[in-house]
Nanobody, 117 residues
Framework: QVQLVESGGGLVQPGGSLGLSCTVS????????MEWYRQTPGKQRELVAT???????NYADSVKGRFTISRDNAENTVHLQMNSLKPEDTAVYYC???????????WGQGTQVTISA
């Protein structure tokens, strides 16, 4: 049973910062790529950031220079540090792992991030 549990969301003002965490169980965490996605109602999920098992990172153009993805293999946790937040960052944020079993298409509950004055 793979479980993805996101946490850390909340309401912050534009220009503020927020740190998200996702704890994973049921897989050998250290050998998987980890990702953060976000989704706004009425839109498809958007890939925000990826970190490989070796620690190489990649970011969507919309968040480059503002967001940082990191992982703690000892804690089976992936983090997303979000700085200089903008209203358009408002979304539900989800974590993901790759590769997946073809039979595994489940997601966690996500965590709501709202940027508003």
């Amino acid at each position: 049973q793979v479980q993805l549990v996101e946490s850390g969301g909340g309401l912050v003002q534009p220009g503020g910062s927020l740190g998200l965490s996702c704890t994973v169980s049921g897989i050998v965490f250290s050998i998987h790529y980890m990702e953060w996605y976000r989704q706004t109602p009425g839109k498809q999920r958007e890939l925000v950031a990826t970190i490989t098992s070796a620690g190489t990172t990649n970011y969507a153009d919309s968040v480059k220079g503002r967001f940082t993805i990191s992982r703690d293999n000892a804690e089976n946790t992936v983090h997303l540090q979000m700085n200089s937040l903008k209203p358009e960052d408002t979304a539900v944020y989800y974590c993901n792992y790759r590769p997946r079993s073809p039979r595994d298409d489940s997601w966690g509950q996500g965590t709501q991030v709202t940027i508003s004055a």
